[in-house]
């Protein structure tokens, strides 16, 4: 991702600077920005407030993004702890592999209970907060085993209620959420300590019991821990589970609520419709990874623009999705394009290349599965959501309610 926040310089592109205050244009309006960058600079331009080179140019954004050159650092930029990246490669193909198969089991397990998960929203809800909300208590026992301190499951709960899965805007939100991560990051720290000091804490391993008993399902923080170093600082451990558990929970919900907004702007009814075209396309109108940052790491050019070791790409999905060259009628909600032989572009809601997301299948399945549910024999009715939508790291749909009552029959 690019970084926010820095004070505005002249970027030069081809020759031609971003006037004065560029970047705070960017700030305010990333999508609207980019969208006017490439039409007037083409798919091919430097972002004004780091300077990192935004492509939208197909052909370019595969060859970066599988990068069988080697042009670009082999460690994925997603691992963010404290002091650096948690590496090597390896670790980080191991931690996502051990989170999928535990939300994977957990999704084709509890498959059943998402009606119930649904009619617990009521006649009414408040989107996007409502899908985050929903699929949090869905994959609650698999995020963490029922058998968890209560206290760090509720800490977690009142993380969702607070929309810290979100970054926020202004400076005091910004605060008030820095304080409450650091506090959720001791205390699950300190849980990743106690189950590592304690072998009857393993999942599968329960001294004492019947030896005919089930294994105790393992969750996510399990699978983080089996899958890192024992050498691994818990505090390491509490951020990669973090980063984990907020891109389990957010990027479902936003992928149904946009579903659910974009239908009701474009007169899709969502119960004639395959859920899973619904969600395929909210997905290509609102990519969850809208900008895909990839460090340099030798020198080459990408459209004819040098790059050196230190610099920065970013491949821009949202403007790939958008090409109407790829997508007839690219801007319209159109869930039938993904049922027919109907041209399509390159398609990557969650990246691409090496370094796609680890969880995309099994985040697909499940907003496919909960918009399911929400669709089914019921009626639909969108009320707000008008405006721009907050983008910072993922695209967050505007605020919108759904009633949601029986279809008559």
Request: hydrophobic share 40%; aromatic share 6%; glycine share 10%.
């Amino acid at each position: 991702m690019t970084t926010v926040g820095k004070p505005d310089r002249v970027v030069p592109e081809q020759g031609r600077p971003w006037p004065l205050g560029a970047a705070r244009h960017y700030r305010r309006d990333p999508l609207g920005f980019v969208e006017r960058a490439a039409a007037e600079r083409g798919p091919v331009f430097r972002l004004p407030d780091d300077g990192s080179l935004c492509v939208a140019d197909p052909a370019q954004a595969l060859r970066i993004l599988h990068d069988e050159a080697g042009d670009y650092d082999d460690v994925s930029g997603f691992f963010h702890v404290g002091g650096g990246l948690l590496g090597p490669r390896a670790t980080q193909v191991a931690i996502g592999r051990a989170a999928r198969t535990t939300l994977r089991a957990h999704v084709a397990a509890r498959r059943e209970r998402l009606p119930a998960v649904v009619a617990e929203l009521g006649e009414v809800s408040e989107w996007p907060s409502a899908g985050r909300a929903a699929v949090h208590r869905f994959l609650a026992d698999a995020l963490l085993r029922p058998d968890s301190p209560p206290a760090l499951r509720e800490l977690m709960a009142h993380v969702v209620r607070r929309e810290v899965l979100i970054r926020p805007a202004g400076r005091l939100a910004r605060l008030s959420r820095r304080a409450l991560w650091a506090r959720v990051v001791r205390t699950l720290a300190a849980e990743a300590r106690a189950r590592r000091s304690d072998p009857g804490s393993d999942p599968g391993s329960d001294p004492g019991s019947d030896p005919g008993s089930e294994a105790r399902p393992g969750d996510l923080l399990d699978a983080v821990l089996g899958a890192t170093p024992p050498e691994t600082p818990h505090e390491h451990v509490a951020q990669v589970y973090l980063l984990l558990f907020r891109t389990s929970i957010a990027p479902v919900g936003h992928a149904v609520a946009w579903a659910l907004l974009s239908a009701a702007a474009h007169g899709v009814d969502l119960a004639a419709v395959p859920p899973e075209s619904a969600v395929r396309e909210s997905l290509r109108l609102w990519p969850v990874a809208w900008l895909l940052g990839r460090p340099v790491r030798r020198a080459h050019q990408v459209g004819g623009v040098p790059l050196e070791p230190g610099d920065s790409v970013s491949v821009c999905p949202y403007l790939l999705h958008r090409d109407e060259r790829h997508w007839p009628r690219a801007t319209t909600f159109r869930p039938g394009r993904w049922d027919g032989p109907e041209p399509r572009g390159p398609y990557l809601p969650f990246g691409g290349g090496p370094f796609t997301c680890a969880g995309a299948g099994v985040a697909q399945a499940l907003a496919t599965d909960l918009l399911a549910a929400l669709t089914d024999g019921a009626r639909l009715e969108v009320r707000g959501g008008a405006g721009r939508p907050h983008v910072e790291g993922i695209i967050t749909p505007p605020p919108f309610q759904l009633r949601r009552t029986p279809r008559q029959t």
